[in-house]
Each structure stands twice: as structure tokens, then as C-alpha cells.
């Protein structure tokens, strides 16, 4: 596609519940990031992958998160048992190889209740 | 531990420069970036420039590099109601992951 998309684009889910983000990156491009972003501050990173491994994931901030890119495009996160302070807008990057800036997508706007 | 500090809020007349600051931490960084979040939208890239620049000009855009002082700058002319957004600076930690620490963001409000 000509842009990076995610979805859903918003997200409510009971705490307690399972969820999984999607995120199709730009066609091409080797390097995939997710990072976090709270209402009113600067999105935080949670983890990079190269090609289908996860390079970095320095970023997570527990057990419950995990994400994946099994075949090197299509990227899903994964957040069990949600809390009420996941709640949060998910941010998906990528790009061709992994500097000179990424190109983000519009993000999931997850809410906890 | 790495931070990006930025003022929260400018506001200006349409027509004049913005000027938004940005002071960072990790002095081995290669790029520094300025993004732009409009609402409810994603990140978008505006300009990056290398370490080793000290100015880059882009249309009516301009960074300019403090390196000694670990100090960014991003200087927007002839300011529009369409450029009111988030800018976010970033720098990118070298630790071969290319993960950017990101600024809180400034809020620019352009007057009509």
C-alpha cells in the first residue's frame, strides 16, 4: 500500500480481555517499530523488528505484550489481560532500512474500560 | 538515561516565524528529526538532519544544530493556520536499532 496502515483504528475492550493490533507496514520496507503514545505525551518505544525477528524489544513494558511479524511484512501486537493504563494510542512505523526516518501510520486508539 | 525536553505551547500570528526548541541528551546521536501530529492522525515526517550539519533548509522550513549545547531548533516562516499541529522532535539513539526518543511535543497555535 502507499502508506502504513493499522487497524483497527479504535479499540474498546473490557479489562481483563485479550487484544492483537494490526499493522501492514509500507511494501518493502524491512524495518517495522510499535511505539506507545499517551495523551499528551511524545509516542515511547516498545519494539523493532528486522525482517521477521525482533531485534529490539528493550521496549516492552512487561509479559503481557508480544508481537510478531512472521512472514517480514504484516506486523500484529499483542496485549493480554489488559489494564486500564494500557490504554493508550499504538503507533506503527516502518521503514526501508531503518533510518533517515520512519514513516508512521495513523495508529489504534486502544481504551481499557 | 536519554531525554528530549520541549516547551509545551507557542502561539503565533499568521504571517510571522515560529521558532520551536528542542534540547536532547544523548550526544552520539546520528540523525535528529522534527514530525508533525495534526489531530487524531499519525506522525508526519517533516525534516532530519545529520550530527555533523549544522543547518538544513527545506522551503519554509529550517533546523538548525546546536551540537555543544544539545540544542534543536525548528524555525517555520511565513507561519499558516495550517501548520497549528504537534511538532515532536526525535533523536535517533545509536545503539543499531534506529528507536528515537521522542519530545513531549510543542503545541503551536497559528492566529488568525
Known amino acids: 500500500g502507499a502508506g502504513v496502515s493499522q487497524t483497527p483504528s479504535n479499540k474498546v475492550t473490557e479489562k481483563g480481555k485479550y487484544v492483537e493490533l494490526r499493522c501492514d507496514p509500507i511494501?518493502?520496507?524491512?524495518?517495522l517499530y510499535w511505539y506507545r503514545q499517551s495523551l499528551g505525551q511524545g509516542p515511547e518505544f516498545l519494539i523493532y523488528?528486522?525482517?521477521?525477528?525482533?531485534?529490539?524489544d528493550s521496549g516492552l513494558p512487561n509479559d503481557r505484550f508480544f508481537a510478531v511479524r512472521p512472514e517480514g511484512s504484516v506486523s500484529t501486537l499483542k496485549i493480554q489481560r489488559t489494564e486500564r493504563g494500557d490504554s493508550a494510542v499504538y503507533l506503527c512505523?516502518?521503514?526501508?532500512?531503518?533510518?533517515?526516518?520512519?514513516?508512521f501510520g495513523s495508529g489504534t486508539r486502544l481504551t481499557v474500560v | 538515561g536519554e531525554d528530549v525536553e520541549q516547551s509545551l505551547f507557542l502561539s503565533v500570528r499568521e504571517g510571522d516565524s515560529s521558532v520551536i526548541n528542542c534540547t536532547y541528551t544523548?550526544?552520539?546521536?546520528?540523525?535528529l528529526y522534527w514530525y508533525k501530529q495534526e489531530p487524531g492522525a499519525g506522525l508526519q515526517l517533516l525534516t532530519y538532519?545529520?550530527?555533523?550539519?549544522d543547518m538544513k533548509q527545506d522551503q519554509r522550513l529550517t533546523v538548525l544544530l546546536n551540537k555543544k549545547d544539545k540544542h534543536l531548533s525548528l524555525r517555520i516562516a511565513d507561519t499558516q493556520t495550517g501548520d497549528s499541529a504537534i511538532y515532536f522532535c526525535?533523536?535517533?539513539?545509536?545503539?543499531?536499532?534506529?528507536?528515537?526518543?521522542f519530545g513531549t511535543g510543542t503545541r503551536l497555535k497559528v492566529l488568525a
Open positions: 512505523a516502518s521503514s526501508p532500512d531503518g533510518d533517515y526516518g520512519y514513516t
Open positions: 511494501s518493502g520496507h524491512t524495518a
Open positions: 526525535a533523536e535517533s539513539i545509536t545503539s543499531g536499532t534506529y528507536k528515537y526518543i
Open positions: 523488528f528486522q525482517g521477521t525477528g525482533a531485534a529490539d
Open positions: 544523548d550526544s552520539s546521536s546520528t540523525y
Open positions: 538532519i545529520f550530527s555533523n550539519m
